[in-house]
């Protein structure tokens, strides 16, 4: 071939991703699979990669790709639509109640609302005085897309509801979806029944969506006016009562024992429903309880999944890949044969770490069943010794990082007290190349700086360029030079330009969160950043190697404190905390300063009844007041529980502390 004739073949390889693309991210109706989507893009890099002459603005190497759905206005969801966590075993749904009650200090008994998980996608209704004022999508969670019009094409949703009881102003929540015979008709147009709904419902013209049969099914309630239900039983009797479809299939049980027989009978008779369930769900019934309960950063607390056993399929371990991850983790990957699983094109597996291919002896050429099960990444359960070819040799694990050549390790656990089965490189900060991108990745991620326009290829790519090598660099780039860049003009720079300047405004937790320090998650760093309070009294900790006194936050332990410790220990990342503080403008936390507990303060010593140390403490801040970890004179109550520490005691009375019971704070409070 010419190079007219590359230049040729690679510009139309340009236009079928651009194509695809939009198809995938704007329509929501893939034409080809995940796979030949990935090979396409791989083939336009190879090219780009060989002929160094291959260059286009749209090229995937460098667009940033579609934002979902410029079709439609947007709206804040006035309570979050989060999702579930998942269980897959008796023993996941026994965790799952043990961490409900460590989280309410009690072993009380409670009821189970068991519902049908339906695969669609969710959508939000809000009603106010009874008619049907605005609908939107899921979106991310925070922000849905208003999709009114198309929502009330669907015959199952009530446009008004004179029902006298029928709160005031409700959002009603629920799954849209499609019925696996009509999906039929849809076949060539989507891979599912779930794409075909959501790509249905986000048509930009409510007439396209009209013409395919949706269905709704209610089950939840997001803002609710005035809460009168005492269970999510008594709500979903109403929600039928005033109108909305609920799923015939709703119980309430008493126990696990209860739910896992339930689970098993109705996993063999999904098949014979009109739609696809991918599982159960399990909702704490007392909503006074799931109130308590709250939500940790993605799910709540109360309710859970449990998805119906995964599809799987034999293919052939073409290679194994390893992978380095933010917090060095090795992990390897095997490169499979594309194989169908469910619908679902896989050609990578998890092998999740060295412990596991060596446990189930898996190597390079072998026959393994793949496993997958909903949106998990599918996994190898075993191999098929039988079909192992004679020449095949056990696959051995790199003992240096792949990515810096250091020696990696497998470290101790204390909690376990075990060795851990992951290896990892030793590299703590950006020495290491894979280390430092990943972590540069995850500092511009939603849940950190949130940088709209600086998405994970694009760090890839100004990684290569050396524009980015350290976070602060971000707010170093010449804009004039990036929109010189193929693919990249005045109008994308400067875009660029103004989401990094927005991001420059970011609230503590979300700051410690960036920094990307092993076992500190969103959940860590909003605590650390309650208790800290200001980046001053944070900086103050770190430079005065203040950290035991993080041992006093409830929910953090050795293995959060040590981590911060060995990650303040290096030098550049130390550094790179006191360059970033003095570009952001890092702001402490707002809390309700009015509350009945306003200017208070209080320490808790000894364990609480029916009610955790984490939950009092919340519950004193949405009062205003605050929690201390060691006995001041700036200390105004010592709570004390069963079995206190008398040093605490003590110290209180010295220096005239009030001394009061869990009871006496119940009084402030009420
Ligand atoms: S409750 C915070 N109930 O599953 C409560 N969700 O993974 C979350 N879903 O986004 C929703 N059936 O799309 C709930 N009976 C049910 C459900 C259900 C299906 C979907 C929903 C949600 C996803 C969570």
Redesign the pocket.
Known sequence: MDKFDIKKNYLNKINKFQKHNKLYYEDSSPKISDKEFDDLKNEIIRLEKKYNFLRSEISPTTSIGFKPSKNFLKSKHRVQ????S?AFDENDLLNFEKKIHNYLNEKINFEYSV????????ASLTYKNGKLVSGTS?GDGNIGELITENLKTILDIPHEIKKKDFPKDIDI???VFINKNDFVKLKNNFANPRNAASGTLRQKDPNETKKIPLKF?A??FGHLEKNNFKNQSDFLYSLKNWGFVT?DHNKVFKNIGELVKFHKKFENERFNFEYDVDGL?Y?VNDLNLQKRLG?TSN??RW?I?HKFSAESAYSEILNIDIQVGRTGALTPVAKVKPVNIGGVIVSNTSLHNEDEIKRKDIRIGDTVKVERAGDVIPHVIEVDIKKRKKNSKKFVFPKKCPSCGSNTEKEYNSATKKIDAVRRCTNEGYDCEKIAIEKIKHFISKEALNIDGLGKKVVEKFWDLKIIRVPQDIFKINYEKISNLDGWGKQSSSNLQYSIEKSKEISLDRFIYSLGIRHIGNENAKLIAEDSKSILNFLDLINKKKFQELLNIDGIGETQVNSIKKFFKNKLNYEIVLELNKILSIQSKKINKNGKLKNKTFMFTGKLSNISRAEAKSLVEKNSGSVLSTVSKKLNYLVIGEKPTNKKIEQAKKIGVEIISQSALNNLLN
């Open positions: 639509m989060l999702s579930l998942n519902e049908p998980k339906i695969d669609g996608i969710s899921r929540r629920g799954e099914v089950y939840t799923s769900v909702k939500f799910a709540p309710a999944a």
